[in-house]
């Protein structure tokens, strides 16, 4: 079964630093874009940063304080997120889209995981 396997988050003061960590588990053929998104309390879902192809993409509210990377060997994916601020608190949740065979593609959502930026 194809899954995904997220880790990290937690509680930090206004400015502090976090890193999240999603893997994906199973057998695929190829993955064709990892992200992150949030969802915070009240609030719809938004696309916080995505990585496919070597590119990268970042909500604007985060762009110079959060980095999105990927290893490829390991079928994982990072948010380093740095500068954190009390409106980034949410729940956020991996996303991915593998490959599963030359014909089949799958969309997955990780468990979410909460960060709690409070002081």
């Known amino acids: 079964q194809v899954q995904l396997e997220e880790s990290g988050g937690g509680s930090v003061q206004p400015g502090g630093s976090l890193r999240l960590s999603c893997a994906v588990s199973?057998?695929?053929?190829?993955?064709?874009?990892m992200g992150w998104y949030r969802q915070g309390s009240g609030k719809e879902r938004e696309l916080v940063a995505i990585?496919?192809?070597?590119?990268?993409d970042y909500l604007d509210s985060v762009k110079d304080r959060f980095t999105i990377s990927r290893d490829n060997a390991k079928n994982t994916v990072y948010l380093q997120m740095n500068s954190l601020k009390p409106e980034d608190t949410a729940v956020y949740y991996c996303?991915?889209?593998?490959?599963?065979?030359?014909?089949?593609?799958?969309?997955?959502w990780g468990q979410g995981t909460l960060v709690t930026v409070s002081s």
């Open positions: 996303n991915a889209r593998v490959r599963i065979s030359i014909y089949r593609t799958l969309e997955l």
């Open positions: 199973g057998n695929i053929f190829s993955i064709n874009a």
């Open positions: 990585t496919s192809g070597g590119s990268t």
